[in-house]
């Protein structure tokens, strides 16, 4: 109870200048250290006197020395000091966005290429910040944000709950995945119209983009000839590359394939999705997590417009 109630009546001021004494000797060397006047180090000394119950220093002959009991307390208030330096050290870092931490679920088309490549560029410079990718189907990427697991999700699929700010992200095409042996490998874009005679290795029926896919190929009058079926669009890249047919896939996927392996080509009439940006209803997005987000933001918009056409 004493304890309680020596901390309730001291502040950190009076520690500081009482460690202050106890570093400089003198009441007027730990004023000139604290940018202050001497009689408010005095003041100051004389309150922290009274909230411990003893005597901190002697005074004799114009000078001070520092009792048993303050060089005892001395070690306690030392530590709290530089607790307390820690502490501001921490909020300015933080203030300055070089440590933290941050957390983003998204669908994996996004998640397996794009976050990794522009997570590298926000993690650069800042060692202290740590991080965390999840990879949720559309579907399960409200899931994970309503358990709290990331400070933002993005997802192919709206989300209605009441949990979850969702607002339009990013517009994502498909673009055609060729062999590089392909007859239209060399052209500037692809004419669904001209893969009437090709296999086309298909993403999942669960996909968000296999009913676009094939209504646009029904628009320009192909019947398809599905043979190959593919659950993420990577698988459906190395099958491509493996030459056992094409494929169109989101644009997203096309970073990280060599050339020699996948060629991958602007198709019309184009077809795109948009993308949703999860946040919490109920908590402002974090300065760190806003960063990571217009990076991706960015990144995917600089993959789109390498298959505009004109």
């Known amino acids: 109870m004493g304890y309680e109630l020596l901390m309730a ?64 307390l001395f070690l306690e208030t030392e530590k709290l000091q530089a607790g307390v330096a820690r502490v501001e050290n921490t909020a300015k870092a933080i203030r300055g966005l070089e440590r933290g931490e941050v957390s983003v679920v998204a669908f994996p088309a996004l998640s397996f290429r794009v976050v990794p490549k522009y997570a590298a560029i926000f993690m650069r410079g800042r060692r202290e910040v740590s991080l965390q990718l ?109 030459g056992l047919g094409v494929a169109l896939v989101p644009s997203l996927i096309s970073i990280g394939w060599p050339r020699e392996k996948v060629v991958f080509k602007p198709i019309r009439p184009k077809v795109s999705m948009k993308t949703w940006l999860y946040s919490s209803a109920f908590e402002p997005v974090q300065q760190l997590a806003l960063m990571l987000m217009e990076e991706i933001r960015k990144g995917m918009e600089e993959i789109e417009n390498g298959y505009s056409l004109p």
């Open 9 to 72: 009546r001291t502040n950190i001021r009076q520690i500081e200048a009482f460690n202050a004494v106890m570093k400089g000797g003198s009441i007027t060397k730990a004023a000139e250290t604290l940018y202050v006047s001497q009689p408010a180090v005095s003041k100051l000394i004389h309150a922290f006197e009274d909230s411990c119950g003893f005597k901190l220093f002697i005074r004799a002959a114009g000078r001070i020395r520092p009792t048993a009991e303050a060089r005892r």
């Open 134 to 242: 999840l990879t949720r189907n559309s579907p399960s990427v409200a899931d994970t944000m309503l358990n709290g697991a990331a400070d933002f999700g993005i997802s192919l699929l709206p989300s209605h709950h009441p949990g979850i700010a969702c607002k339009p992200f990013a517009d994502i095409s498909m673009v055609c995945a060729l062999p590089p042996s392909h007859r239209l490998a060399g052209r500037g874009h692809v004419e669904l119209s001209d893969l009437a005679e090709d296999r086309l290795i298909s993403l999942g029926r669960a996909d968000t983009s296999h009913q676009q896919v094939m209504a646009a190929f029904s628009e320009v009058g192909v019947k398809v000839r599905l043979g190959i079926e593919a659950q993420m669009a990577d698988a459906a890249c190395t099958l491509v590359s493996e």
